[in-house]
């Protein structure tokens, strides 16, 4: 079936620092990519999204590109900030065995900055 | 826009109580939701699809007698765990489908901020 591994955390970085979050897929298909991030208290929020090999997503700063020839989608910013620290899940989205679109998650990388 | 409650978001009961959890999708319409089960360190795993008007579909080694999902409107969806035992203790995680229809179709999964449940 489907999997997603990413790097385990917690991760601290200082500010401004460069951040790399790893993160590997298995799936069969032809999945779309994700990456969410959930701040304290709150639910998960879409960060970016790539839906096809070697397409890149952006936002925030934040960056990543499907790499069908190594199954990944790392997670990069250039420069965090402190309202960067949040756990950040990787996700691949699939059809079920049921006909239904199905979203696969790791484990999520709890990422805290320091000023 | 695109906002997904839960409520409660903590909840303490007894071993053998009932406890229901809900979900609503507060500024759009979702045929679709879903119910997620959030274990410590540990990755969001899909418990079950919720259609409004049809039952929901489990996911493998979802108990769909002890984890009952009612989808009854177009905006609230209900997750009941039933004869509670501690190890249902977990967080509680649900999302909902919002359909795009701009420049092509396409869709996305908002998701509320999950409830944690203990049971005692």
């Known amino acids: 079936g489907d999997s997603v591994t990413q790097m385990e955390g917690p991760v601290t970085l200082s500010e401004e620092a460069f951040l790399t979050i790893n993160c590997t897929y298995t799936a069969t298909g032809y999945p779309s990519l994700f990456w969410y991030v959930q701040y304290p208290g709150e639910g998960l929020q879409l960060l970016l999204k790539a839906t096809k090999a070697d397409d890149k997503g952006s936002n925030k700063g934040f960056e990543a590109t499907y790499r069908k020839e190594t199954t990944s989608f790392h997670l990069e910013k250039g420069s965090v900030q402190v309202s960067d620290s949040a756990v950040y899940f990787c996700?691949?989205?699939?059809?079920?065995?049921?006909?239904?679109?199905?979203?696969?998650f790791g484990t999520g990388t709890r990422l805290t900055i320091i000023p | 826009g695109a906002v997904v409650s839960q409520h409660p978001s903590r909840v303490i009961c007894k071993s053998g109580t009932s406890v229901k959890i809900e979900c609503r999708s507060l500024?759009?319409?979702?045929?679709?939701m879903f119910w997620y089960r959030q274990f410590p360190k540990k990755s969001l795993m899909l418990m079950a699809t919720?259609?409004?008007?049809?039952?929901?579909?489990?996911e493998q080694g979802v108990e769909k007698d002890k984890f009952l999902i009612n989808h009854a409107s177009l905006t609230l969806s209900t997750l009941t765990v039933t004869s509670a035992h501690p190890e249902d203790s977990s967080f509680y995680i649900c999302s909902a489908m919002l359909q795009i229809i701009a420049g092509g179709f396409s869709y996305e999964q908002y998701f509320g901020p999950g409830t944690r449940l203990t049971v005692t």
């Open positions: 919720s259609n409004e008007g049809s039952k929901a579909t489990y």
């Open positions: 500024d759009f319409q979702a045929t679709t």
């Open positions: 996700a691949l989205r699939d059809i079920s065995n049921f006909g239904n679109e199905k979203l696969t």
